[in-house]
């Protein structure tokens, strides 16, 4: 049996950044400088905060990721590919390695929980069969088995968002983006959405979150980069985090 | 595989998408409708006056009464420059006696002997000639009028010019209200599909952060607007065939139009009808989403 003789499955590229930015600035067009000169790389695992004050470039920075503006300055790479040199007909194919979360849950509201989550692997063209075995799968990894067939407007909002993380996951992603996706939630709910990402985490998918939240990053003692004016003032593991603040 | 669910899906989402806004989408099959219905008007108005055209260019032809003093030798003067003329298809000599046989048989036609009350009636003779070219009839009779012993030419020239006329003013004049009214059908169908896309925004959002190609964002947006143009056809090929039986028997009389008893005339008019419904409907729905869609990613 030739499988016998191989390696045991390993990416050729396993230590290289599944997200890297080099350089990378933003310019509105309206002459507002969003970020410069921002250097990171995030491994394949890892789990990160992205904090700042409102303003910061947070948001301009995931959206650079998910390629729904370009970097006007530097080289953005998300799981081996130059956002800036992909053609538009390639964004759907990184957009399904790349689950995406946000504050406003972004639910559709006329379908049911189990139908949001089923939508997305509709329009993506995946069979029937792969849609009824991995929508129950989902909905149970984050915890609404018993709310398949509820509307977003009978749920909490934390259940709202764990219907968009579940969403989120139907590709399979190797990355998760989520903008603030506990701004909305009270503080209990919080951990529970910040738990459920750690879990996600644990099973191998790189996490990126931004957030206000303050409490929970320095509880969390993951690695941050901190946003200040478009700039990155720190990245650094929790340790040093915390020591500073 | 893949294509049929893609194909199921944009069906499917035009067909919600049809009746989620189905004031608007009826309206815009209403103009479908009055478009088509004035066409198939212009297209079985222009084909009966095309065939009556046939009909006449068939009876077109140029006849020449030779005087009765005309020597053989003269005649066949004429005879030979007449073959010479540019059009002319034939020429054929009828004696007197053929004349007078003819007038006969025209009587016995009608059911009448011929009486001449004993009188030893004479008729012209006379050459007649037809046409490879029906429009050559008047330089045909011109260039025979020159020639002495010509007493008379008689052509069918004018009722076939007079005829030619109108089928070309009610062909423009049709051509510029269909193509006014498709005109008005094209801005209903964009107008449709643009408050479509408008009222699925919130879809395409998640369509687009979820990975959905384009194909999958645009198409049922396309179709949308083909269902229109397909519903329209439809009713219009229905209610054409529905009136299409006291309108057939009109056809065939007055503007002697043999074909229009054939079934292939409706088919072919149902075709034209549905392909232009579909491809109305279409570009209408292709220009809306190339114009709403396009920008965003
Ligand atoms: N489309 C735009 N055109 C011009 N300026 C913009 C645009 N989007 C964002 N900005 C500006 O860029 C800067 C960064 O915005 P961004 O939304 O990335 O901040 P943020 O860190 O996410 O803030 P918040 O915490 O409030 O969400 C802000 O000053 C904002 O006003
Ligand atoms: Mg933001």
């Known amino acids: ?245 | 595989m893949g294509f049929l669910r893609f194909a199921g899906f944009s069906v499917v989402r035009a067909w919600q998408g049809f009746w989620r806004n189905a004031m608007m989408s009826l309206a815009a099959t209403a103009t479908v409708v009055l478009m088509l219905s004035l066409l198939a008007a212009l297209f079985i108005i222009i084909s009966g006056l095309n065939s009556g055209l046939e009909f006449i260019e068939s009876k077109v032809g140029v006849t020449v009464r030779l005087a009765d003093d005309l020597p053989e030798i003269g005649r066949e003067l004429i005879i030979r420059d007449a073959e010479a003329l540019p059009g002319v298809a034939t020429v054929t000599y009828v004696s007197p006696e053929e004349a007078l046989e003819r007038l006969r048989e025209a009587y016995r036609a009608a059911g009448q002997e011929l009486d001449t009350g004993g009188a030893n009636i004479k008729l012209y003779s006379s050459l007649e000639i037809t046409l490879t070219d029906a429009s050559a009839g008047s330089s045909v009779a011109a260039a025979l009028a020159e020639h002495d012993g010509v007493e008379r030419i008689l052509t069918k020239q004018d009722e076939y010019d007079a005829l030619l006329g109108i089928i070309n003013v009610i062909r423009t004049a049709g051509i510029v209200v269909v193509g006014l009214v498709g005109i008005t059908v094209l801005f209903m169908i964009i107008n449709t599909i643009r408050i479509a896309v408008f009222s699925r925004a919130p879809e395409i959002e998640i369509m687009r952060l979820v990975g959905a190609s384009d194909s999958f964002i645009r198409w049922p947006f396309i179709l949308e607007g083909v269902l229109c143009g397909l519903i329209g056809s439809l009713v219009t090929i229905v209610a054409v065939a529905a009136i299409w039986g006291p309108i057939q028997p009109i056809m065939v009389s007055v503007f002697q139009m043999p074909i229009a008893v054939s079934s292939q005339f409706l088919a072919t008019l149902s075709l034209v009808l549905l392909a232009t419904g579909l491809g109305l409907g279409a570009l209408g729905s292709w220009i809306s989403v190339r114009s709403y869609l396009a920008a965003t990613t």
């Open chain 1, 1 to 245: 049996m030739p499988s016998l003789l191989r390696k045991p499955a390993r990416p050729p590229d396993a230590d290289a950044p599944v997200i890297s930015m080099v350089d990378v600035g933003v310019t509105y067009p309206n002459g507002k400088v969003a970020l410069s000169d921002v250097n990171v790389a995030l491994a394949a695992g890892d789990f990160a905060f992205l904090v700042g004050p409102s303003g910061a470039g947070k948001s301009t920075f995931i959206r650079l990721l998910i390629r729904e503006q370009r970097a006007t300055a530097g080289t953005v790479t998300v799981a081996g590919r130059d956002l800036g040199r992909m053609r538009r007909g390639a964004v759907p194919g990184l957009r399904r390695r790349i689950g995406t979360v946000f504050q406003d849950f972004r639910l559709l509201p006329a379908k049911t929980v189990a139908e949001n989550v089923a939508f997305a692997l509709e329009v993506t063209g995946a069979p029937r069969a792969t849609i009824r075995e991995r929508v129950p799968r989902l909905l149970s990894l984050v915890g609404l088995d018993r709310h398949s067939g509820h509307l977003p407007s009978q749920l909490s909002g934390g259940e709202q968002q764990r219907t968009a993380i579940a969403r989120a996951l139907v590709h399979d992603p190797a990355i998760l983006i989520a903008d603030e996706p506990t701004g909305n939630l009270d503080p209990v709910t919080s951990w529970e959405i910040i738990q459920l990402l750690i879990g996600i985490n644990d099973l191998g998918t790189t996490v990126l979150m931004a957030t206000h939240n303050q409490e929970i990053v320095n509880a969390m003692r993951r690695r941050v980069l901190a946003l200040e004016g478009g700039r990155l003032v720190r990245d650094e593991d929790a340790a040093a985090y915390e020591r500073e603040y």
